[in-house]
């Protein structure tokens, strides 16, 4: 794999994404930096076991002391479980890509982010969060569609982009935000009572940032990007359609039954009866058929949850669309 790099002025400090210098076994790498800072994500993948129903993504984010040039001094010379702000990053990663990949998308996948070097100004979970949106994106999974991150800060009533440390001491407003370049999909925010209207225009300013690092990313895919190997599942709209038919009018009935209790065990005995005539007991060659039919029957509920809603004006336990619980 040939050495490939992008380069971009963000908030007056230069975002660089590079790949193909190390860890070229992992399916992609990117080192990320900015300023000082420094951080490589790696992204493996393997077969998926059989018969998982679920996307197994694991997400492992990791700051070490030497990154800072600090080893561990007193009782403890190790660093062992990651610490409650490792956990919080794993899921500022985790968040913005997990809905992005493909139903039906069942690999095994691992993110691995470690921070090489920190300047102790710019925070390198954020560049964690960019790293393995472009990670993913340069590899043959179907992940389509990069997202880029930005934190947003608010000083003195003026907004900053990735603010340094030494400014978020001063600000009355910590917003991080992920998106690709049409939206925003995850939003953590935390502010001492500021007007919606700067909650808003904060937003609407770190998605410009967003956009940017998007586009970033995609330059580095066409340099240095794998193509997409993985193939959607026949989709089944034959089955879909007798599901439809003859258990869509069932689960709305369900959902109209009086009280909570007595209308999940009408869900339920809906559920069993469909199981009931997929996947008979004992029969485990058809569980991964029950799967998919569970699946479906999942989506029929929903969609029938929003008819009721938008349709009838009133919601499952009754209540209309203006009508508190």
Known sequence: MAFHFVEREIAGRTLRIETGKIAK???????????????????????????????????????????????????????????????????????????????????????????????????????????????????????????????VGYVDNEYIINPKHAEMEYSTMEMVLSGHKDAVNMIEVGAMELPEDVIAKGIELGHKTIVEVCEQIEELREKAGKEKAWEAPDPRTDLDNKLREKYGPKLREAKRVDGKLERYEAVTAVYQEAKAEYCPEGDEGDREEWNLVRDMLDKIEGEVIADMLFEDGRRPDGRGAEDLR
């Open 25 to 151: 076994q992992a399916e992609s790498t990117v080192v990320v930096s900015y300023g000082e800072s420094v951080v490589l994500v790696s992204v493996v993948t393997g077969p998926p076991r059989e018969g998982t129903d679920f996307f197994p993504l694991t997400v492992d984010y990791r700051e070490k002391t030497y990154a800072a040039g600090k080893f561990p001094g007193g009782f403890f010379k190790r660093e062992a479980r990651p610490t409650i702000k490792e956990i919080l990053t794993m899921r500022m990663i985790d968040r913005p890509v997990r809905p992005l990949f493909p139903k039906g998308f069942y690999d095994e996948v691992l993110i691995q982010a470690m921070v090489l070097a920190t300047d102790q100004e710019n925070d390198p979970d954020l560049l964690a969060m960019i790293g393995a949106s472009a990670a993913l994106h340069l590899s043959s999974l179907p992940f389509a569609v990069c997202t880029g991150s930005v934190r």
